[in-house]
């Protein structure tokens, strides 16, 4: 995800992409996933185009899996989203190449955000400054690692 503020995404077509590796259990897993990539989008005043649900799809293998290779194909047949929102860069994948799957769809045209590593003041932070520069992120400790909508939803 690039380092800029919010303005860039106001008004950008999004799919919102909801992944559970547990086919049990998923439906909540997966509703709770799209709340918080709605809460985030319409304080933005982005437009959903589709929801992709995955359960039972594991993050592990492959790097590129067949689902993420359809959104690329809808990237280029249909040209209908500029923005792929997930709730967390688990969400992509658990394996090793965040960096590398991000540099395939921003090639492609597409922006990845992620709800959790969206910071209360309204500027995008990438995964690896995060990261980088020790921020929290999901399952932290310290308090402000979800924006205070995401929070309260969290709660839920």
Known sequence: MDDTDNTDLRGKCYIAYARCASKQGST??????LRLIRQLSDGLE???????R????????????????????????????????MAD??????????GRLEAIFAHCGVRMVYVTT?????????????????????GSSRAGSLPRKAQKAKRR
């Open 46 to 52: 982005m437009r959903c185009v589709d929801e992709v």
């Open 118 to 138: 969206w910071p209360t003041d309204g500027t995008a932070v990438s995964l690896r400054t995060t990261l980088s520069q020790g921020q929290p992120t999901r």
């Open 89 to 98: 860069p688990a969400r992509l994948t658990r394996a090793d190449g965040i």
């Open 28 to 33: 909540q897993s997966l509703r709770r996933q």
């Open 54 to 85: 995955s359960p039972g799809l594991g993050g592990h293998t492959p790097l590129l899996r067949w689902d993420l290779i359809s959104l690329l194909a809808r990237k280029f047949n249909q040209n209908d989203y500029d923005v792929l929102v």
